[in-house]
């Protein structure tokens, strides 16, 4: 489905649900959206739960000039949960983890992802009728539980789920709502995030060289992921969200043996964290000395049952990149506080 044909159809999907909407103010529910990292940290002694199904499929790659090149297709699920605790008035604290159910024609494989722990630190609360935003700094760091080497060369990389890096993140999230008209609610929300790996040791066939074996150290190239989104309430429990994301990937360098061979571009989709929200997104094996962009849109309708449980539901893809893997994505998440 060609971008023009999918924002028509989310528009036509968006009509039924003005007819809910009534012209009254009200506080704002919102759960999403659904990729960009939240401005605001959980209060001080609340517990924040969170679980996400993604369904990924991809079945292409960019190449260094923008066109997209076939690979052998593969579909991926992913279930994750996150656990968001609030420590203090300043600072609150996030574990993540999450399973790769991977599979193509002809194998399947399932392994533990790349686990995190991410750090939130209130800099600025929004007030409301005021300028001032929410405004709030995080520290990630992403320890290398999932499989990255020692791959089977007849899977087509289908058994990888990690990255065998250490990674840093540092992020700055954003966010404002607006009363528009006292009829609806629109919040605003912009992450820039930066992701420093540290080496890896490779002594087999592995997510960075291709089907073949590598013996030596990879240094994995730093990313910045630039994130927009907003989100638009129809009432008090339905909104619409958009998310916008564009991330940037450095080269990534190799140093050591390697056996070189031509090998097709294969689509890594279950690296470290889900699709580009981290590092690294979806690389295509053997990007060795090659920088990688990727351009994504994660539309989304949510529901709000209170202002502490709600679900939102996404049709996340990519419609640009270089040296990168393409993916379709539906996803879903239930979150609740308490």
């Known amino acids: ?68 090149v076939d690979v052998p297709n593969t579909k991926t699920i992913i279930p994750e949960l996150s656990l968001q605790f609030g420590m203090t008035t300043w600072l609150d604290i996030t574990f993540d983890g999450s399973i790769n159910s991977a599979k193509n024609k002809d194998s399947k494989a399932t392994h533990w992802r790349d686990v995190s722990v991410k750090l939130g630190f209130q800099l600025l609360k929004e007030k409301t009728d ?52 006292n009829c609806h609610l629109l919040k605003l929300v912009g992450n820039i995030q930066y992701y420093i790996p540290s080496n890896v040791h490779v002594d087999s066939i592995n997510i960075y060289n291709g089907l073949f074996p590598a013996y030596g150290i ?36 190799f140093s050591g043996n390697r056996i070189i061979a031509e090998s097709p571009l294969v689509p890594i989709t279950g690296q470290g964290e889900p699709l580009a929200t981290a590092y690294p997104p979806t690389l295509a094996s053997g990007q060795i000395n090659s920088r990688s962009i990727l351009f994504t849109l994660s539309p989304a309708i949510e529901y709000d049952f209170s202002d502490s449980l709600g679900i939102i539901a996404t049709y996340w893809f990519s419609f640009a990149g270089k040296n990168i893997s393409t993916f379709k994505n539906f996803a879903a998440s239930i979150s609740y506080s308490f």
């Open 218 to 253: 990879v240094y994995p190239g730093k990313s910045l992921t630039a994130i927009f989104a907003f989100d638009f309430s129809f009432t008090q429990r339905f909104a619409f969200s958009m998310d916008i994301l564009y991330t940037y990937i450095s080269k990534t360098r």
């Open 1 to 68: 489905m060609s971008l023009k044909k999918l924002i028509l159809s989310f528009g036509l999907l968006l009509i039924p649900f003005f007819s809910f909407a009534v012209c009254e103010k009200y506080e704002s529910w919102f759960c999403g959206p659904f990729v960009a990292d939240s401005a605001s940290n959980a209060d001080k002694g609340m517990t924040a739960p969170s679980f996400y199904l993604y369904y990924v499929m991809s079945n292409a790659v960019y190449d260094n000039n923008w066109n997209k």
């Open 130 to 181: 005021t300028s001032i935003p929410s405004l709030r700094f995080v520290i990630k760091e992403i320890f290398p539980t999932g499989k990255y080497q020692n791959l089977n060369p007849e899977k087509n990389f289908i058994d990888s789920s990690g990255t065998g890096s250490y990674i840093t993140m540092l992020g700055l999230n954003a966010s404002k709502v607006l009363n528009l008209f």
